[in-house]
């Protein structure tokens, strides 16, 4: 079991901002005021005194720099995303209304994905729990749910997914046996659902410190090894081939009682326990024999 992971230090919260086509307006309108101010500084009269003109320039200038200051709060946020909010090193939160929004131009904002992702890995070669060398691989769906802890608590969340999906696949494989060989107890290839399901839970423990959330994981490849499936197979084809035969065995025996049980019933034939012997035995070879019997036609007595 994956050790348990210690609590996170921060949590995504709404960061303040406000829609950018209010701000956009507003920022625009005030670089338009700047302009006008330096224009009417620079057509004063020359009879005016330096000072008013120098004051209109610059007050103008102020403006104009102070607004497109203002615009640089301007942040697109599309679809599936969503921005971390930042001032001076300090989570100040996340916005994830998408469209055009403002925050302070001070903050820095860094763009996270919010989609649906999948990762899959590549095919690798471990022991199940009995030791032998078995080939598997998974795909794991996941998406971004705490924006917070994925950037502040781990280093690279997108690494930190792939490595503990391939660390999980590994540690549920070396858990279970490849097939249980009729033994009690779950086995990759006959309980699947089942193995999936705690592969699941698993994923779900260790990358929830990075804010993740598993929505879904499968086995996309599971076999064994090249240098054991043949004798495997070989096992394989014998278990099925016992199993056959068992089935086989148990509804000749039926059939032989049945017909038993009937000749007994309507006293067609009384027979010794000798000759009941050798019918069982005749039978039992006809109905469990690979080939087709070759019948004998007996026209002498029972006893001949």
């Not at 992971?5 to 086509?21: C, I, K, L, M, W």
Request: charged share 20%; net charge negative.
């Amino acid at each position: 079991m994956a050790a348990e992971a210690a609590r996170p230090r921060v949590r995504e919260f709404t960061a303040y901002s406000v829609g950018g086509g209010v701000a956009l307006l507003s920022g625009l309108v005030g670089l338009a005021a700047g302009v006008c101010l330096v224009v009417a500084g620079t057509a004063v009269p020359e009879d005016t005194s330096t000072a008013a003109r120098a004051g209109l320039i610059a007050l103008g200038v102020v403006v104009g720099l102070g607004a497109l200051f203002a615009m640089c709060g301007l942040n697109m946020v599309a679809p599936g995303e969503a921005r971390v909010v930042q001032l001076f090193g300090r989570y100040r939160g996340t916005v994830r209304t998408d469209g055009l929004r403002w925050v302070n131009p001070l903050t820095s904002r860094v763009a996270i994905s919010t989609r649906v992702r999948n990762h899959e890995t590549a095919v690798m070669k471990v022991n199940d729990a009995y030791g032998n060398p078995i080939e598997l691989a998974a795909v794991v769906v996941w998406r971004v749910e705490d924006t917070a802890q994925a950037m502040f608590e781990v280093d690279d969340f997108e690494q930190f997914v792939s490595t503990q999906t391939e660390a999980a696949v590994r540690h549920i494989a070396i858990e279970y046996p490849y097939d249980a060989h009729d033994e009690e107890g779950l086995s990759l290839r006959g309980n699947a659902e089942e193995i999936t399901e705690k592969l699941a839970a698993e994923l779900h423990a260790r990358v929830e410190a990075a804010g993740v959330r598993v929505i879904e994981s499968r086995f996309t490849h599971l076999a064994y090894a090249p240098e054991i499936a043949s004798a495997m197979l070989q096992r394989q084809q014998a278990g099925a081939m016992v199993a056959a035969r068992q089935k086989i065995v148990e509804g000749a025996v039926g059939m032989v009682e049945l017909a038993l049980d009937r000749i007994a019933e309507r006293d067609i034939v009384e027979l010794d326990p000798e000759r009941k012997a050798a019918m069982v035995s005749n039978l039992m070879v006809v109905l469990c024999g690979d080939r087709s019997a070759q019948p004998i036609v007996n026209t002498g007595t029972l006893y001949q």
